[in-house]
């Protein structure tokens, strides 16, 4: 049984399981004390206010006779269990491997569609829409019902698979955007499949200019612009499909300024789904790199658009993409004002400037051997005099060794 204690009531053979702030912000190595002598007494005074003793691993517990005593000891626990419920739900990291599963295999159907579409276009020609409706239409209601497991796992990829992934994940944050700013489920449905599809031109167009590492030339980007108009070629053969779907394909390129292609459309010409479409296709590019520009971490990908927003995307869709991911958005590493390093796994909805950030590398910049969660949000942090955790610097992408993947992967059951 773990029961909250003032300092001023520690004594020897008492276990100390838990302070008022992070072990990994006091002199002592391990997590966990048995109070062995008075100076680990004053130790403990000076630096916390209160802290959390195990009986059961106490090899000494005065007052678990006194039945006035043991009352007060119950109020606490429960206080403490109530807290801990609170701190939890405020983490969401336990919840949020419940749902991860479902929305994995939701994913990983979705990039299966369009690796296969791909290649059945490249062999054959063929183009099945009909799944890829089913597909959106199962997207949309998980959506729906559970926005920010979906952004979560956008986060999620492996090196061989940018192509595909990517029309994955501009079809998840199109709907998600799209979700945000109070569209109906048919227009997301409409959204999505536009947003999933927008990229089927490249299937006519050379794998050697796709694949390329360097600037493309002007021969060789002419003929990669030529994949907006294919792709809408391609889809216009199709019975039943929404002409906003085949908007979103053609134009997704285009800016309002007029500085897009094939048709250089502004202003009032451009769809809204379009704009949605095309913000969230950009945002992706820059954070994977492109014909010789290097990938970008998403909270400067997502300052680098903002950045380009006048003349080519929706001002108030930009604002709304930052407020739905946040300022830090997931998959960013994060130095503390602690000298820590992290990653961000989690946005606090009510607090976007302090999000749940996974602790990779001490001060020291010497690797953890299991992530630390820590709620930059959580109340305990205002409790303790000087000790307000915040994000001081954004790093770049891999900095520091630091695999963003495999950090973010960690908190996931198995």
Known sequence: MKIKFGVEDLQIGMFVSELDRPWLETPFTLEGLLIKEA?????????STHVYVDTDKSTHFTGSNNNAHLGQLKKQQKEFVDTLILEKNELGIDDLQ???????????????????????????????????KEIVSELVESIINDPDTMIWLTHLKNKNESTTIHSVNVCIHSINLGRSIGLSPKELNILGLGAMLHDIGKTSVSNSILNKTSELSSDEFRLYKAHAFLGYKMLSAKPNLAPEILDIVLDHHERLDGS??????????????????????????LMNGQFGKKGMSPHHALNALYNMTPGNFDQDLIEAFVKLIGVYPIGSIVELNTGHTGVVILNNKNSR???????????????YNKIKLLNLASEVWQRIPGRKLRITKLLEPNARDINVQAVISSVLPG
């Open 39 to 47: 100076d680990d007494i004053e130790q403990i005074k000076n630096i």
């Open 98 to 132: 419940h749902k991860t599963q479902k929305a994995n295999n939701l994913r990983d159907r979705a990039r299966t569609y369009v690796e296969h579409t791909f290649k059945e276009i490249y062999e054959a020609g063929n183009i099945d829409v009909d799944i890829a």
């Open 260 to 285: 897009g292609y094939p048709n250089k459309k502004k202003d009032d010409e451009i769809s809204q789904f379009v704009r949605i479409v095309s913000l969230i296709d950009e945002y992706d590019e």
């Open 353 to 367: 400037m302090k999000p749940v950030v996974g602790l990779v590398l001490s001060r020291k910049h010497e690797h």
